[in-house]
Nanobody, 122 residues
Framework: QVQLVESGGGLVQAGGSLRLSCAASGRTSSSYAMGWFRQAPGREREFVAAIRWPAGRTYYAGFVKGRFTISGENAKNAVYLQVTGLKPEDTAVYFC???????????????WGQGTQVTVSS
């Protein structure tokens, strides 16, 4: 079973930046996608971005518009999400997720982290 652990959330002022990290353990497949979802208060969880190993191809949700950058290190089973120009509406719990299928990764991934809170103050 794959375990995912996020870090890097916190309180940030609007306009600031942050970097979320996620480390995976227990992964046995070389073909695996990792990425991020977020859930704001009162809203459904939504896909943000994903990266697919081993090629490292990236995928983004339509709302991202350049402020979010996903990266990772396959050998370290790690994925990162850099967010710039933070807005109060980015306030949410950010979840790391993973799945052997990139399609499932963007909709209903198999593996989930516990989530990390990001709060953006105005």
């Amino acid at each position: 079973q794959v375990q995912l652990v996020e870090s890097g959330g916190g309180l940030v002022q609007a306009g600031g930046s942050l970097r979320l990290s996620c480390a995976a353990s227990g992964r046995t497949s070389s073909s695996y996608a990792m990425g991020w979802f977020r859930q704001a208060p009162g809203r459904e969880r939504e896909f943000v971005a994903a990266i697919r190993w081993p090629a490292g191809r990236t995928y983004y949700a339509g709302f991202v518009k350049g402020r979010f950058t996903i990266s990772g290190e396959n050998a370290k089973n790690a994925v990162y999400l850099q967010v710039t120009g933070l807005k109060p509406e980015d306030t949410a719990v950010y979840f790391c997720a993973g799945d052997p299928s990139i399609g499932a990764m963007q909709t209903t991934p198999r593996d989930w982290g516990q989530g990390t809170q990001v709060t953006v103050s105005s």
